[in-house]
């Protein structure tokens, strides 16, 4: 166990030193150049060569990279080009509401789609599951922004119920919630419904079921726990794509979330912001995958760690 | 859909068994079945009228996509709600939605197919490589895959999309540069499995070469999961070119496509919800289709993939 972690531990910050060197090579070869951008139009060039000596732009790119690497390591991301603050300052200022973000999502997310998935295994074969199942692919082709601007002009515009946008009170987080969430319920009512039908399918069902027990406790007390477990650990590897649906969510809703924060410094070429946002997800989602694959042993004993 | 019912479990098991794949489905019979699936019929129609619409715009559409008629806004210069004279309306610059619909399916579709084909090559070319040459070749193939797991790929995309000028082909270059890693692993573990099967291992016995196993033996079996992830893989990149366009970084006006025309519009969209709805009615009965279809063929052409529904 202590043999395996060290591994995964060693395995995941190479793939975290992987995606730095990539983003930085990426960013590096940038087209705009983000000292024009910081300097503005009218800028001589001899300012904009100062400005670039300021931020040690003129030196090769590996010699940046390191700096930029020994920096991490200790904390430290740099500064925002345009705002002359700390990213890690900009990111932890911003990083609360994306997390409230991401886990009213995945509230969202679990809710739906573990119900549909349920009543579908149940009614397995009938019309009801085949309704549910179509269902579930409209929600996993429904593309994000589609949803939120619908839920938006529905709920928001047209009936007034929640707020058309910002932050701060429960009701500001419903609509940006539900629209993270749709498109996961959709593979984990599938998914939910493959594990309940594969449970349900088990000798022990039928033996609770001959024994005399209703329906209804089988389904919840023996059928239930041992379906659902092995969906809960795939949350760690959902961070992945809520990183992505954040930027979209955010931008719609007006959240001010790291995702408008990466959205608005990739418009500007502020490097520094969308290297820190690209170092935070990506860990998010290393962490996730970490996380996913030391609970399910956990909870379900059958699967052995390596 | 294929069930095990309860009933009649040894036919269904012994189905199941003679079913399994020791050569390549034949296409003629996976065919008759797919297109006993309702649903996958619904996929394919709705498919052959986006493809139709695409193929045939330049005489189905009224107006050019690009033209701002006079007549298309009112006289306070607001866009025409669908029907009257305009299907579906005009945008705010008075062009026609329902013209620019069609010119959009054959960006999206285009996009869909071309970034989903770069996509697959690479994602097959890794994996075959990875699963049978194994040694370091195959550990760095796959843990750069691994690498480009943990990259948050819409953020990712729209990095790329912003830092290259975006045009038609850098988008789809750039939609696929991070949609092949899924294909990556499937075609692995089926390759590393396929690798170890006794019919490989009796050809390597008869002397056959590492390529004429490949070419022969590996690949043909591949064809049904890439026939399987190749139309799942469409949906998903049609929705990824339209979350593009719609942040303003994929296809850039005045080209129209679904995503770029709700970008355009969408800060009218409370007073004019078509030029939102319409469009987005349009991606997502799209990636629904080639979701649905997908879906249907994974049942019909990998029965070990059955029993689950």
Known sequence: MAGYLFRRLVQSALILLGVSFITFVLL?????????????RSATAQTVENIRQ???LDQPMLVQYWRYLSGLVQGDMGRSYLQKTEVSTLIAARLPASLLLMAGGIGCELMIGLTLGIVAAVFRGRPLDQGLMVTSFVAVSAPQFVVGLLLLYVFAVQLGWFPIGGYGTASHLVLPAVTLGIMGSGWYSRMMRSSMVEVLRQDYIRTARAKGLTRARVLIHH???????????MIGIDIGIFMGGIVVVESVFG????????????QRVDIPIIMG????SASAIVLGNLLADFVTPMIDPRIKLR | MARVTPEQPEE????????RPNAPVAPAGALRRLLRRKLALFGFAIIALVVGGAVFAPLIAPYAPDEQLFEG?????????????????TDLLGRDLFSRMLYGAQTSLLIGVVANGVALLIGTIVGVLAGYLRGWIGAVLMRFTDLMMAFPALLLAICLAAIFQPSLWIVAMVIALVNWVQTARVVYTETTSLAEREFIAAEKTLGASGARILFKHILPHLVPTLIVWGTLGISVTVLLEATLSFLGVGVQPPTPSWGNIIFENQTYFQAA??????????ILLLALAFNLVGDALRDVLDPTQRGND
């Open chain 1, 54 to 56: 300021q931020l040690g």
């Open chain 1, 223 to 233: 059928a239930l726990p041992n379906a659902i477990l092995p969906i809960i650990a």
């Open chain 1, 277 to 280: 946002v690209t170092m935070v």
């Open chain 1, 28 to 40: 590096y070869v940038l087209p705009a150049d983000p000292v024009r951008q910081i300097a503005g």
């Open chain 2, 273 to 282: 919800p078509w030029l939102v709805f319409i469009p987005g009615a349009a």
């Open chain 2, 73 to 89: 806004l009112t006289l306070f210069g607001e866009p025409m709600p669908p029907g009257g004279g305009f299907l579906m309306g």
């Open chain 2, 12 to 19: 269904a098991i012994l189905a199941e068994l003679t079913q």
């Open chain 1, 255 to 266: 959240w001010p979330g790291i995702g408008q924060l990466a959205w608005q410094a990739i």
